[in-house]
């Protein structure tokens, strides 16, 4: 079965502070993709970021990357010099391309300080 | 403007009286699928439908019901809702899944059913 783990229920983090949120997927499928989404607290999903699994590199976009271990099978986000809009729970969702199922985490809910 | 409309945005009803919460996507995706989201648990797969006339369960179907008679529509039915069906609930879709098109939400609907 398809899962992935985010240990970190929330954080806090000072602004101008880079962060990184935990996830950990398990699968047997060789070909997956791997999300990252934003939801602020007006409710709307954000889609921040993607990786393939047959991607060398590491997917950026803009002040996020994605750090990607496959053999750990974690595909960490990283946000580099936090502002207090990044305040938000953050998803990390795995897809199937068997199933075309998307499995979401629990989310880590980010608290940015000034 | 690219999007996915989803109506009502909230609502409140009553245990057994059928609804439908519609879905509309002007970008022409295949993909598109319906999750409900829950404190603790992110983000669940209901139903997803690839194409036209093709739909199929994800992780939690039971007392749900989809239809995808056009390209563009993907409404949720609930024959007969119950309090446990209480949810926050996003449709979403994508042009080819797993790729870095990523998904994308409407707004959310927030059901409760009393």
């Known amino acids: 079965a398809q899962k992935i783990t985010q240990t970190q229920p929330g954080m806090f983090v000072q602004e101008k502070e880079a962060v990184t949120l935990d996830c950990t997927y398990d699968t047997s499928d060789q070909s997956y993709g791997l999300f990252w989404y934003k939801q602020p607290s007006s409710g709307e999903m954000i889609f921040l970021i993607y990786q393939g699994s047959y991607d060398e590199q590491n997917a950026t976009e803009g002040r996020y990357s994605l750090n990607f271990q496959k053999a750990r099978k974690s595909a960490n986000l990283v946000i580099s010099a936090s502002q207090l809009g990044d305040s938000a729970m953050y998803f990390c969702?795995?897809?199937?391309?068997?199933?075309?199922?998307?499995?979401f985490g629990t989310g880590t809910r980010l608290t940015i300080i000034p | 403007e690219a999007q996915v409309t989803q109506n009502p945005r909230y609502l409140i009803t009553v245990t057994g009286k059928k609804l439908t919460v519609t879905c509309s996507q002007n970008m022409n995706h295949e993909y598109m699928s319906w999750y409900r989201q829950d404190p603790g648990l992110g983000l669940r797969q209901i139903y997803y439908s690839m194409n036209v006339e093709v739909t199929d369960k994800g992780d939690v179907p039971e007392g749900y019901k989809v239809s995808r008679k056009e390209k563009r529509n993907f409404p949720l039915i609930l024959e007969s809702p119950s309090p446990n069906q209480t949810s926050l609930y996003f449709c979403a879709s994508s042009l080819a899944g797993g790729t870095n098109y990523g998904y994308t939400f409407g707004s959310g609907t927030r059901l409760t059913v009393v």
């Open positions: 969702a795995m897809f199937h391309f068997g199933n075309e199922k998307l499995t």
